[in-house]
């Protein structure tokens, strides 16, 4: 049984600083890409940034030069730091993991509240 379980969500201020983690645990041999989403009420879920097993990272333009993503691949662990955040990065926060194959595996963990506000 694969297990995806975030961390680190909570309140906070206008310009300051959260670090979301997610990690990974059950028998997937391996994992191509992780990610996290965001889904704010009344709105649709999106992409907020992505990185691949090798270090290849993507970002959604929203939050380009604010939020960075890591990843520890060996501990199947992923990381987001969120710098100078804005009231509208207000979201349920998704952690993501693909492996890719024949079918596609995808994965996802229950969620981690952010709210940005003052």
């Known amino acids: 049984q694969v297990q995806l379980v975030e961390s680190g969500g909570g309140l906070v201020q206008p310009g300051g600083s959260l670090r979301l983690s997610c990690a990974v645990s059950?028998?997937?041999?391996?994992?191509?890409?992780m990610g996290w989403y965001r889904q704010a009420p009344g709105k649709q879920r999106e992409l907020v940034a992505t990185?691949?097993?090798?270090?290849?990272?993507n970002y959604a333009d929203s939050v380009k030069g604010r939020f960075t993503i890591s990843g520890v691949n060996a501990v199947k662990t992923v990381y987001l730091q969120m710098n100078s955040l804005k009231s509208e990065d207000t979201a349920v926060y998704y952690c993501?993991?693909?492996?890719?194959?024949?079918?596609?595996?995808?994965?996802w963990g229950q969620g981690t509240q952010v709210t940005v506000s003052s």
């Open positions: 993501n993991a693909l492996r890719l194959g024949w079918p596609n595996r995808e994965y």
């Open positions: 990185i691949t097993s090798g270090g290849t990272t």
């Open positions: 059950g028998s997937i041999l391996s994992i191509n890409r």
